[in-house]
């Protein structure tokens, strides 16, 4: 029996490898792709409203009306802000894509990233 010479058998495995390497598993769809890009681009204003609503509520029990009134205001800068309603916009359709009739998302693999991704968001904020 006759043995490979190892200058071809490491051709071989240098012309094979990148083959192999370039089948990358799709992990989400482009729906979750676009609905986690746009999320990321919402997440400045995300954190800030979640810590505005915190803070209102606190001054709602402190009874501190006048903080309350000056939180509420900074509040309604961030939804005057014309990024902000558009990318609202945005993150509702592509959502409506993704989840089915009983508002579940479709695909197991999106739900994981999207989950992954609003856990990093949410840990980020605090």
Same mark, same amino acid.
């Given at each position: 029996?006759?043995? !490979?010479?190892?200058?071809?058998?490491?051709?071989? /495995?240098?012309?094979?490898?990148?083959?192999?390497?370039?089948?990358?598993?799709?992990?989400?769809?482009?729906?979750?792709?676009?609905?986690?890009?746009?999320?990321?681009?919402?997440?400045?204003? *995300?954190?800030? +409203?979640?810590?505005?609503? +915190?803070?209102?509520?606190?001054?709602?029990?402190?009874?501190?009306? !006048? #903080?309350?009134?000056?939180?509420?205001? +900074?509040?309604?800068?961030?939804? #005057?802000?014309?990024?902000?309603? +558009?990318?609202?916009? #945005?993150?509702?359709? *592509?959502? /409506?894509?993704?989840?089915? %009739?009983? !508002?579940?998302?479709?695909?197991?693999?999106? *739900? #994981?990233?999207? %989950?992954?991704?609003?856990?990093?968001?949410?840990?980020?904020?605090?």
């Amino acid at each position: 029996m006759r043995r !490979g010479s190892p200058l071809a058998l490491l051709l071989l /495995g240098a012309t094979l490898a990148p083959a192999l390497v370039a089948l990358p598993a799709r992990a989400v769809t482009p729906d979750a792709e676009a609905f986690m890009a746009a999320v990321q681009q919402m997440a400045p204003a *995300l954190c800030e +409203r979640r810590k505005l609503r +915190r803070e209102i509520a606190a001054a709602r029990i402190e009874q501190d009306a !006048g #903080r309350e009134r000056a939180l509420r205001a +900074r509040l309604e800068e961030i939804a #005057r802000n014309p990024e902000t309603p +558009r990318l609202d916009r #945005r993150v509702k359709a *592509l959502r /409506g894509r993704l989840v089915d %009739s009983s !508002g579940r998302v479709r695909e197991a693999d999106d *739900l #994981r990233a999207i %989950s992954a991704q609003q856990l990093e968001l949410y840990a980020r904020c605090e």
